[in-house]
């Protein structure tokens, strides 16, 4: 089997449709432990795993007049928030197909939105998620 490096020809989905703004996307897997000790132990006994989470970030663009991510149905207008609903986001290999990142129960933490000096708006998504798989589970 060959081996070829991950590299940034990648498409993002979001919720199973293509998320054309995207310009970035990084993920960190987060799986805090417990230090467990004894008594008269100078060393913890062990490293107790905790609730796993998935945190990451979208750099993204916005179009004039989309609305931004409430507009899009991904998060909720903020007298709505209560209302939230968990979206997927789902990152594959541009060139063969492979997905290398998917994450079922997600949920915006921030959006982030600057505007530069050509008066293009970027900004970012950053996201939490319950679980997440990579290509080593597929």
Not at 31 to 54: H, K, N, Q, Y
Not at 94 to 103: E, K
């Amino acid at each position: 089997m060959t081996k070829t490096i991950v590299a940034g020809a990648c498409k993002v989905f979001i919720n199973g449709l293509p998320f054309g703004l995207a310009t970035s996307f990084e993920y960190v897997g987060v799986t805090p432990r417990r230090v467990i000790g004894g008594i008269d132990f100078m060393e913890a006994l062990e490293l107790a795993p905790t609730s796993s989470i998935c945190k990451g970030a979208i750099g993204m663009y916005r179009i004039h007049g989309d609305g931004g991510l409430e507009g899009q149905g991904i998060v909720a207008p903020s007298g709505l928030i209560v209302k939230e609903r968990y979206f997927s986001i789902t990152v594959l290999n541009r060139v063969t197909g492979q997905v290398i990142f998917q994450a079922d129960t997600c949920s915006v933490e921030e959006q982030r939105w600057t505007t530069s000096a050509r008066g293009r708006k970027m900004g970012t998504m950053t996201f939490t998620a319950i679980g997440f798989k990579n290509e080593a589970e597929y």
